[in-house]
Nanobody, 120 residues
Framework: HVQLVESGGGSVRPGGSLRLSCAASGLDFSNYCMGWFRQVPGKEREGVATIDPDGKTDYPHTLSGRFTISRENAKNTVYLEVNSLTPEDTAMYYC???????????????WGQGTQVTVS
């Protein structure tokens, strides 16, 4: 069965950086769109970044280039580099997999358990 396991979250000071990782198993990773989403309690889950099988990336305009998604197909792993963190970036960050790339949570059928990022 499909498993997505995130890691790399933690507590960081404003202005700091983190690199999140998501290890995937049970799917043909190189042929899947991978995405990162985040959610704060009481708010909707929002798309942070997606990367398609060819490496084409997509980000919401609101993130101002601070987030970078990448993938390493040989390791079935997708990464999210997050820079210039602010307290508003505090959230649970989720990795997800889909057959087609969209920055909408409803497009993704497989989800990890999440990794918490706290900026303070």
């Amino acid at each position: 069965h499909v498993q997505l396991v995130e890691s790399g979250g933690g507590s960081v000071r404003p202005g700091g950086s983190l690199r999140l990782s998501c290890a995937a198993s049970g799917l043909d990773f190189s042929n899947y769109c991978m995405g990162w989403f985040r959610q704060v309690p009481g708010k909707e889950r929002e798309g942070v970044a997606t990367i398609d099988p060819d490496g084409k990336t997509d980000y919401p305009h609101t993130l101002s280039g601070r987030f970078t998604i990448s993938r390493e197909n040989a390791k079935n792993t997708v990464y999210l580099e997050v820079n210039s963190l602010t307290p508003e970036d505090t959230a649970m960050y989720y990795c997800a997999a889909a057959q087609y790339c969209r920055l909408q949570p409803t497009a993704f059928g497989y989800w990890g358990q999440g990794t918490q990022v706290t900026v303070s």
